[in-house]
Structures are given as C-alpha cells and as structure tokens.
Nanobody, 121 residues
Framework: QVQLVESGGGLVQAGGSLRLSCAAS????????MSWYRQAPGKQRELVAA???????NYVDSVKDRFTIFRDNAKKTVYLQMNSLKPEDTAVYYC???????????????WGEGTQVTVSS
C-alpha cells in the first residue's frame, strides 16, 4: 500500500556532492517524521538525519554542517543534500517514513530499498 523509492545515489570523489531523493506513494493520509539511515559493510544501520512534520531536523554528529535534510510535503518527498563527502560516508542509504494511511488509526514505519553511495578517495 505504501512505496518509498529512493534515487540519487552513485559514485563520487571525496569532496563532491550528491542529493538523494525519496518519494512516497500509496494510500497516504499523512506523513510524520521522515529520515535517512545508512549502513556500511560490516556495520549496523545508523540514523543519519531526520525531519519532523513541523520541519525540525536532527543529524548524527559526523554529518553536521555537511548534510542537509529537507522535505516537500506536496510531493511526499524527502531529500538529503550531501556535501563535502568523505570515503567514510560510503554506505547504502535508506529512507524511512512514519506514515498514516487512510482508514488506519495508527501510523507505521516504512522503508525504501536503499541506494548505494560510494565516495572514492
């Protein structure tokens, strides 16, 4: 009933930039928090950045001042602008959204399938 489709990943040199997008579709009544997570090989998935419905944001310390999360509610899309990329940012990046569907009382978390970001040194 809900699909999150990520795009924008790829290969970039250190110091470069990428913008990730995640578009939600389906029987959506409202979208609450939207987030980006990442998982590097051999590591646990970690929260990178999050944005509430009221546009409050928070970031993991390692990406502060380099990454920016923002959303377009009309397009049901969340973005992650990544600047000054480092090799340690290499990971699969996943979109997460807390969504309430029409006809459902409680919201639930949904995940995208992930997009690979590789930063070469």
């Amino acid at each position: 009933q809900v699909q999150l489709v990520e795009s924008g990943g790829g290969l970039v040199q250190a110091g470069g930039s990428l913008r990730l997008s995640c578009a939600a579709s389906g029987n959506i009544y409202t979208i609450n928090d939207m987030s980006w997570y990442r998982q590097a090989p051999g590591k646990q998935r970690e929260l990178v950045a999050a944005i509430t419905g009221g546009l409050r944001t928070n970031y993991v310390d390692s990406v502060k001042d380099r990454f920016t999360i923002f959303r377009d509610n009309a397009k049901k899309t969340v973005y992650l602008q990544m600047n000054s990329l480092k090799p340690e940012d290499t990971a699969v990046y996943y979109c997460n959204a807390n969504i309430r569907l029409y006809g459902r009382g409680s919201p639930a978390d949904y995940w995208g399938e992930g997009t690979q970001v590789t930063v070469s040194s």
